[in-house]
């Protein structure tokens, strides 16, 4: 990839003059939105790894403050109980009780999140050029204001909860991958559980898919994907639905600050880097 970059509107025209308006007052131009330069490999796949590592780092670094978490969870499951939709044990229990649907969610909550994330981002690196640092901006606010989460409200998650009639299917089953259960427990930490990111990052992988793909398959699976994962992380018993519910929160959070940058959402940028101006009416979805 070249590392040449696309200057912006505000660098490529100069500067609108200040005009009197009809009334005598000078009018102040109005603010146009950023262009996106053009990504570079090296520097996408090394910021990538630094965030992860440092958004891992800071999670776990945070004061697990069990007795907290554990009254925290209380509150949270008397709340729901009000809400009237405190009902993932018996989701729990009725997943759990086929062996095969499981341990493939086990697996699921595991891997996916990890691997369905990083190929949209490498889908939107090779095929929206254009729109990949708005969208991946998207990703790394929500994930940021996530940590801010985890150490304000300590959490634990059903299958930890005291006195609770959660099953730890991880545990039950013996699956492999979770690194909140087993041996693998000590190297994370057991009391992040609000906001959920796995709901964070799946609702935008889902949005981008739905908003950008081209293929209808792929766009209602764009839809799916979040709607499988928050059935995933209650059967497993690893998360609340406000958890969830947190976890959209953050994601809308990141639309917010990508918006404020930008002056646009990223899917409606170009799709190509130097293809004209952002005006936010752009189609979202280009012919290839």
Known sequence: MGDSTV?????????????????????????RPRTPRR????????????????????????PEQRTEALRN???????EHDLGIAVEDHVNHAVNAVHWLIVGMNYYYATLHFIITLGVLVWLYRSHPGRY?????????????????????PLAPPRLMSGGDFIDTVAVHQTWGSMASGD????????????????????????????????PWVRVLGLLYPV???????STANHFWLDAVGGVTCLAFGFGVTWLWYG???????????????????????TP
């Open 7 to 31: 200057t912006s509107l505000e660098d490529r025209e100069p500067a609108a003059a200040a005009h009197p308006g009809t009334d005598g007052e000078r009018r102040i131009p109005r603010r």
């Open 39 to 62: 990504p570079r490999l090296w520097f996408e796949i090394l910021l990538i790894a630094v965030s992860y590592w440092t958004y891992s780092l800071i999670r776990n670094a945070v």
């Open 73 to 79: 969870a209380s509150r949270i499951w008397r709340l």
């Open 133 to 153: 640092a708005a969208a991946r901006l998207v990703l790394f606010a929500t994930t940021g204001v996530a940590l801010v989460g985890y150490y304000l409200f």
């Open 184 to 215: 693998l427990k000590h190297m994370s930490n057991q009391y992040a559980a609000m906001p959920s990111m796995h709901i964070g990052w799946s609702l935008w992988c889902g949005l981008t898919l739905f908003a950008l793909g081209s293929v």
């Open 228 to 234: 499988a994962t928050l059935l995933v992380i209650v």
């Open 264 to 286: 646009t959402s990223p899917y409606r940028l170009p799709r190509r880097v130097g293809t004209g101006a952002a005006t936010g009416v752009r189609p979202v979805r280009d």
